[in-house]
T-cell receptor
Framework: AQSVTQLDSHVSVSEGTPVLLRCNYSSSYSPSLFWYVQHPNKGLQLLLKYTSAATLVKGINGFEAEFKKSETSFHLTKPSAHMSDAAEYFCVVSGSGTASKLTFGTGTRLQVML | SAVISQKPSRDICQRGTSLTIQCQVDSQVTMMFWYRQQPGQSLTLIATANQGSEATYESGFVIDKFPISRPNLTFSTLTVSNMSPEDSSIYLC??????????FGQGTRLTVV
């Protein structure tokens, strides 16, 4: 069984300030973890992924996430928010094996203010 | 990576009718996945479609309501049958490999009136 919990349904930051979107996971296996972004009326885009290599993962658009097994966390960060970062963000866990079902978190809506 | 094309991108349908959504992938894949995203919600897996076998449905989803076809390794369809307003959602198809990222179509935005 696997699950993800996104701890904040909504995060609001000012442009130029750091972003932190929190995600905790639960998995019976050594998980793969992903962050996806969904801009309004757009499809899902992969930001970054963790698949048991380096625990600090760098993604697109300046985002990164750190896999912390002891804390079962995979928080998404960015040093400086940009207006274009305003979107819905989903933390996703994938199990092992050929099934590889994805379990999505409930999403965090990021608002960026001037 | 994979490029996924979904049709239609959006539709408005009358209750009681059915809509078939098509998903075309630019490469051969073993498994394709269908998701539903209800308004303001996260994605929920409807079913997994394997070529040459019956789709596997998740709890809460049944074949009579969401029949799926998978005629070859690059194509799948999802039908939303006997629609009601509660079926108004975005429907997405997806492909992925083991422990790799998933690629999504742009989605089909369905409104049932």
């Amino acid at each position: 069984a696997q699950s993800v919990t996104q701890l904040d349904s909504h995060v609001s930051v000012s442009e130029g300030t750091p972003v932190l979107l929190r995600c905790n996971y639960s998995s019976s296996y050594s998980p793969s973890l992903f962050w996806y972004v969904q801009h309004p009326n757009k499809g899902l885009q992969l930001l970054l992924k963790y698949t048991s290599a380096a625990t600090l993962v760098k993604g697109i658009n300046g985002f990164e996430a750190e896999f912390k097994k002891s804390e079962t966390s995979f928080h998404l960060t960015k040093p400086s928010a940009h207006m274009s970062d305003a979107a819905e963000y989903f933390c996703v866990v994938s199990g092992s094996g050929t099934a590889s079902k994805l379990t999505f978190g409930t999403g965090t809506r990021l608002q960026v203010m001037l | 990576s994979a490029v996924i094309s979904q049709k239609p991108s959006r539709d408005i349908c009358q209750r009681g009718t059915s809509l078939t959504i098509q998903c075309q992938v630019d490469s051969q894949v073993t498994m394709m996945f269908w998701y539903r995203q209800q308004p303001g919600q996260s994605l929920t897996l409807i079913a997994t479609a394997n070529q040459g076998s019956e789709a596997t449905y998740e709890s809460g989803f049944v074949i009579d309501k969401f029949p799926i076809s998978r005629p070859n390794l690059t194509f799948s369809t999802l039908t939303v049958s006997n629609m009601s307003p509660e079926d108004s959602s975005i429907y997405l198809c997806s492909v992925q490999g083991a422990r790799t990222e998933a690629f999504f179509g742009q989605g089909t935005r369905l409104t049932v009136v």
